[in-house]
T-cell receptor, first 112, second 113 residues
Framework: DQQVKQNSPSLSVQEGRISILNCDYT??????FLWYKKYPAEGPTFLIS?????DKNEDGRFTVFLNKSAKHLSLHIVPSQPGDSAVYFCAASDGGSEKLVFGKGTKLTVNP | KAGVTQTPRYLIKTRGQQVTLSCSPISGHRSVSWYQQTPGQGLQFLFE???????NKGNFPGRFSGRQFSNSRSEMNVSTLELGDSALYLC????????????FGQGTRLTVV
């Protein structure tokens, strides 16, 4: 049973435009969410996180939105840059533990 | 501040052998978690250690084990290797346990032949 789902395997956007990556979860016990960026054969790089007590968190070009009632979160990247091209993973935890449950990832391609 | 260091980066082992992977967390971090990444299953949680105690364990067979030392460094061991154990093994370091950012190392690429 996949508790964290990223339904779009890939996304392609033009440089300078907005990239929106989506993530859905099923476990209502999840209360902390993270986004990671990953290149092949490397470890994931932490981007941004959000606690369930918030509905938005911003860090530079990255903003994460959380809709608890819909069990949905999204990562907005504005403006998108070619260097943002990578696989993006959504992850969730249920507090009290560092066990992260990951989605399968979305491959973002930003075209110059 | 140095990041998470995993050694070795690459490893080739034969079926039936055992392997030990090492992880040095970010200085001051006390929680270390291990993950396995494969093309079919994605990133899957193996176990978490905090202050030398295993706090959480994923759904992996007993051939997968780990430990954490008093300096927070951690090792994971896989015994009786199978071809399906070929994967990228990732270590993540956190300052505390629960609702904190986890920072990953570069991983160890294990190939079982």
């Amino acid at each position: 049973d996949q508790q964290v789902k990223q339904n779009s395997p890939s996304l392609s956007v033009q440089e300078g435009r907005i990239s929106i990556l989506n993530c859905d979860y099923t476990n209502s016990m999840f209360d902390y969410f993270l986004w990671y960026k990953k290149y092949p054969a490397e470890g994931p790089t932490f981007l941004i996180s959000i606690s369930s007590i918030k509905d938005k968190n911003e860090d530079g070009r990255f903003t994460v939105f959380l809709n608890k009632s819909a069990k949905h979160l999204s990562l907005h990247i504005v403006p998108s840059q070619p260097g943002d091209s990578a696989v993006y993973f959504c992850a969730a935890s249920d507090g009290g533990s560092e066990k992260l449950v990951f989605g399968k990832g979305t491959k973002l391609t930003v075209n110059p | 501040k140095a990041g998470v260091t995993q050694t070795p980066r690459y490893l080739i082992k034969t079926r039936g052998q055992q392997v030990t992977l090492s992880c040095s967390p970010i200085s001051g971090h006390r929680s270390v978690s291990w993950y396995q990444q494969t093309p079919g299953q994605g990133l899957q949680f193996l176990f978490e250690y905090f202050s030398e105690t295993q706090r959480n364990k994923g759904n992996f067979p007993g051939r997968f084990s780990g430990r954490q030392f008093s300096n927070s460094r951690s090792e994971m061991n896989v015994s009786t290797l199978e071809l399906g154990d070929s994967a990228l093994y990732l270590c993540a370091s956190s300052a505390m346990t629960g609702n904190t950012e986890a920072f990953f190392g570069q991983g160890t690429r294990l190939t079982v032949v």
